[in-house]
């Protein structure tokens, strides 16, 4: 996961099996990932999860952007998207239907971010 | 007021926690990765990122996949509003081979920066002519480097043919103030118009 891995790139094969692209529905980069939890607890985990489906399961009991599990993990948007749909393919997690920003930012929203982006 | 926020009780579910996307577009050198790094709470993440070419063996699973990918870099970083609002900043590659790419970062953006070096202006008119025809809203924002010729907002909006709405203005992508700045216009330009002034 580090710059002096041997092989980065073939790992990071080995991860997706070379898959560019997720299973099932496409989502964004931003979308939010949510572990499934119900009032069982969390479904189990099926055999064949690589440590990095577990990481990103793990921070995603927190509802959290794709784009941060990515940064969490230190590999690339792209395999990290393919990991996330292997878990959303295993019922492990649920994933957001992209939204338009225009369609989803509501005048309290707005001014969070604006206050939110002064104070910084 | 009656936001959301102010009933904490049901903030789980009127509050869903929400990734805001904003991109930031412009030449090659002009400061988009350093633009990025100023504002961004986390160490921008530089992803080499593999992609499938458009329409080339997308879903091809047969394991001859590695002739039809590509790589391109992609630098993002985060702004935290509050737990569940946050501001992602997306870099997007200059390179017109990898219009597909802004495609897809550009999907529900609530707009986009465009960073333009007044030495060689004409380096972001792609990146303007695409967000104009995308509909996208955009600034455009002259980065100012030492020594370059201070131009005015009117000459360079001049210069871009730029229909007089989108706002154009002076930064300097090292100054943390300078890129709030920037961006509070262009959340303001981008969604504000639909709510009070304030
Ligand atoms: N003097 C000065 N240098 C700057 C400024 N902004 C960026 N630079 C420098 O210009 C160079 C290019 O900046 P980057 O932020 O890497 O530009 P970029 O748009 O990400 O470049 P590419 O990704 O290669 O297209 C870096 O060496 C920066 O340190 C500025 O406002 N003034
Ligand atoms: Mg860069």
Redesign the pocket.
């Known amino acids: 996961m580090t710059g002096d891995d041997p092989g980065p790139l073939i790992r990071l094969y080995g991860l997706t099996g070379g898959r560019a692209r997720p299973a099932g529905e496409s989502f964004d980069l931003v979308a939010i990932v949510t572990a499934v939890v119900t009032a069982a607890g969390a479904p189990a985990e099926p055999a064949g999860l690589v440590p990095e489906h577990l990481a990103a399961l793990a921070l995603c009991r927190r509802p959290t952007p794709v784009a941060d599990v990515a940064a969490y993990l230190g590999l690339p948007l792209n395999v990290t998207r393919v990991l996330l749909g292997d878990l959303r393919r295993e019922g492990l997690v649920t994933i957001d239907r992209p939204r338009p920003a225009a369609q989803t930012i509501d005048e309290g929203i707005y001014r969070e971010v604006l206050h939110g982006l002064r104070r910084l | 007021m009656d936001y959301a926020g102010s009933e904490p009780a049901s903030a789980a579910v009127a509050d869903p926690a929400m990734a805001i996307k904003i991109l930031v577009a ?10 990025v790094g100023t504002i961004s709470e986390i160490r921008p993440l530089h992803t080499e990122e593999v992609l499938s070419e458009r329409g080339v063996g997308v879903d091809d699973v047969s394991g001859v996949e590695a002739k039809t990918t590509t790589t391109v ?1 992609l ?1 993002f970083g985060r702004i935290t509003i509050r737990e569940g609002l946050w501001l992602y900043l997306f ?1 997007t590659p ?1 390179q017109d081979r990898f219009w597909f790419m802004w495609d897809e970062l550009a999907q529900g953006a609530l707009g986009a920066v465009v ?1 333009a070096d007044t030495r060689r202006l004409q380096d972001c008119f792609p990146a303007v002519d695409y967000f104009e025809q995308l509909g996208l809203p955009f600034v455009v924002a002259v ?4 020594g370059a010729r201070r131009h005015d907002p009117v000459t360079v909006r001049r210069a871009l043919g730029l229909d007089g709405v989108a706002p154009i203005l002076l930064c ?3 100054e943390r103030d300078s890129v709030k700045e920037v961006l509070t216009s262009l959340v303001t330009y981008s969604v504000g118009g639909a709510f009070p002034a304030g």
């Open positions: 412009g030449g090659f050198g002009v400061g988009k990765t350093t633009m870099a630098d870099g200059g960073l980065n100012c480097f030492d300097d992508v090292r």
